[in-house]
């Protein structure tokens, strides 16, 4: 037999299956990249209509991770949404929120917990329940200070409280640390004892009930200022994702 007829009955087989294999690897590829484009604008999709959101709404959805093995496991892992201005219930402000364990054909997902940033005037709508005299609003990390005016021997006098704020059991917690009467700093039990009962509602911590302003399956965890915004932790109830009545306001008192 010659080198040459040796040359030509060498196998093929290792050819053909780096071919295949080279083949698979860009059908997956291929499959990635349309599941990279689809899959986070049918999710901006529903989520705009879930929450009723304008058509337009400006919302970032990131998936991490490589999709394909999670779209065949029926279970995204993770899910990112971001909007720099949302209306969730009736707060406004920037949004950041991550849901895990999203199933693909629907149903309740595993956990969703997020931030909203908002404002000062939108802080100040969320204390008009409270028993605050208040006209003004001043955010500065890690405090807010609220300006008023507090009745004081039958006279009107010019208050300024600062709070920190917090949650507690997804109520709004405002912790009073200083007080300001007509311009002079003044001891809070002092105030709390000459005042009535007008003081001590303003030196004693207030627990505002929010939940009227959040759609019932999320509550407040968490809240704390950051420069001059005001920054909530949600949680929500996987639930959301099916239960209709979830997404409905909640009520106060929360139940």
Request: charged content about 15%; proline content about 6%; overall charge negative.
């Amino acid at each position: 037999m010659t080198n040459t007829t040796a040359v030509r009955r060498r196998p093929r087989w290792p050819w053909v299956v780096l071919v295949i294999v080279l083949v698979l690897a860009a059908l997956v590829a291929a499959g990635e990249l349309v599941a990279r484009a689809v899959v986070p604008n049918t999710i901006r999709s529903l989520v705009i209509s879930n929450l009723d959101l304008p058509a337009d709404q400006q919302l970032e959805v990131q998936t991490p991770g490589i999709l394909l093995p999670q779209l065949i496991s029926g279970t995204l892992d993770e899910v990112k949404l971001a909007s720099d201005e949302v209306t969730i219930g009736g707060i406004t402000g920037s949004a950041r929120v991550t849901a895990t364990d999203v199933p693909v054909s629907g149903g309740a997902l595993g956990a969703a917990k997020g931030t909203v940033a908002i404002d000062q005037d939108e802080f100040g709508s969320l204390l008009a329940a409270s028993q605050l005299p208040i006209t003004r609003i001043a955010l500065m990390a890690p405090n807010a200070t609220v300006e008023g005016e507090l009745e004081l021997f039958g006279r009107q006098i010019p208050v300024g409280l600062t709070v920190t704020p917090g949650a507690e059991d997804g109520d709004l917690l405002l912790t009073p640390v200083s007080l300001m009467v007509n311009g002079t700093a003044v001891d809070l039990d002092a105030v709390s004892g000459l005042a009535g009962l007008a003081g001590a509602a303003i030196t004693q911590p207030q627990r505002i009930c929010i939940a009227d302003r959040l759609p019932a399956g999320i509550t407040l965890t968490g809240l704390r200022i950051e420069g001059s915004r005001a920054v909530a932790d949600i949680a929500a109830d996987g639930r959301i994702a099916v239960d209709q009545a979830l997404l409905d306001p909640g009520t106060c008192p929360r139940s």
